[in-house]
């Protein structure tokens, strides 16, 4: 699967949208877990731990929509 994702910002919207194909009444919690995640990490200046964090969250959210659209 193929992601433009080089940013945070683009990370950020990107994992919001993502959240948008889950269940309703699981929306809520993972709208607040990414916000949680981006202001934690907003203040990241290391490129190659910045890319860490974008391929790690992909992986992660690719993992989760698969674990939905399964149920």
């Known amino acids: 699967m193929s992601h433009n994702v080089n940013t945070p910002v683009q990370l950020y919207r990107?994992?919001?949208r993502c959240i948008r194909q889950l269940p309703n009444s699981v929306q809520g919690h993972?709208?607040?877990h990414v916000r949680?995640?981006?202001r934690s990490h907003c203040d990241e200046t290391?490129?190659?731990r910045i890319k860490q964090i974008i391929n790690?969250?992909?992986e992660d959210s690719d993992w989760l929509l698969k674990k939905y659209k399964k149920k």
């Open 56 to 58: 790690k969250s992909i």
């Open 14 to 16: 990107y994992l919001l």
């Open 46 to 48: 290391d490129p190659e």
């Open 36 to 38: 949680q995640q981006y």
């Open 30 to 32: 993972y709208q607040h």
